[in-house]
């Protein structure tokens, strides 16, 4: 089975920088891409940047610009490098990894435990 371990939340006052990290374990056979979501109090969750296996990057209007997406293959680890920060940034942060059990002759949907970005003065 494929484990999802995210790291790097935390409280940062606006303007400040965080980088969120996911590192993918277990008999991982191949990933078709990983993204990030968030969920913010009273929103749905939403899709704010996902990068596949080729290297595509796409991120949502809301953070184009000040947020980076970016992976190590050889750790199978996605990052989420997080400049410029609001207030409207806070939220719980999902790392969602698609990916191949080596085992598995199927696809696997996978989630991280979420981190708590909170982003205040």
């Known amino acids: 089975q494929v484990q999802l371990v995210e790291s790097g939340g935390g409280l940062v006052q606006p303007g400040g920088s965080l980088r969120l990290s996911c590192a993918a374990s277990?008999?991982?056979?191949?990933?078709?891409?990983m993204a990030w979501y968030r969920q913010a109090p009273g929103k749905q969750r939403e899709s704010v940047a996902i990068?596949?296996?080729?290297?595509?990057?796409d991120y949502a209007d809301s953070v184009k610009g000040r947020f980076t997406i970016s992976r190590d293959n050889a750790k199978n680890t996605v990052y989420l490098q997080m400049n410029s920060l609001k207030p409207e940034d806070t939220a719980v942060y999902y790392c969602?990894?698609?990916?191949?059990?080596?085992?598995?002759?199927?696809?696997?949907?996978?989630w991280g435990q979420g981190a708590q970005v909170t982003v205040s003065s």
């Open positions: 969602n990894v698609i990916a191949r059990d080596a085992g598995a002759a199927t696809w696997g949907d996978y």
């Open positions: 277990g008999s991982i056979f191949s990933i078709l891409r």
């Open positions: 990068i596949s296996s080729g290297g595509s990057t």
